[in-house]
């Protein structure tokens, strides 16, 4: 493990560059830094997720993993060459995300993000997941990117969408429709 921080501020970034985990330094809204921060604000939209009280135990634990592997996936797009997302933990999301979606019942409607406030953050949580992976597809068009990056930010959306209906048929019973003809 590499030198621990015991001063927070260096001044080094005034000037609107960072340091990447390679030692060179990049411009603050370079695509590699939007990739990596957009990956840490889903880490903390996780954090705030599992904050929430009385969560089932299942999403406690996948979700804690979750937060691991984001933590790790930072450091993969930090250190420009650096592998750490396999394909193992891909493949453990989609085994996670079937194994919550056999209890819920067909989709037949769009759901509104909503349903109690748990399940409201996993929707936050899946939206910026998506946006984590745009921001990982356009750095990629710049520079090397594992795909196993890409797949498990694409799943791990999925899984948070389904994670939302579990989580609002846990909290209130039921999901959030949208309904397509409502009186204006």
Known sequence: MGNRLSKIYTRTGDDGTTGLGD??????DSPRVEAYGT????????????ALPALPPPVIQ?????????FDMGGELCIPGHTAIRAAQVTRLEQELDAFNDGLPPLKEF????GGAAAAACH???????RAERRVWTLSRAESVSPEVVKYLNRLSDLLFVMARVLARHERGTEVLWRHERSK
């Open 23 to 28: 030692g060179s330094r990049v411009a603050k």
């Open 39 to 50: 990956v840490d604000e889903l880490n903390s939209c996780i954090g705030v997720l599992l």
């Open 62 to 70: 996948c979700l804690t993993e979750v937060q691991h592997e984001l």
């Open 111 to 114: 759901i509104l993000p909503g």
């Open 124 to 130: 936050l949580a899946r939206a910026v997941a998506r």
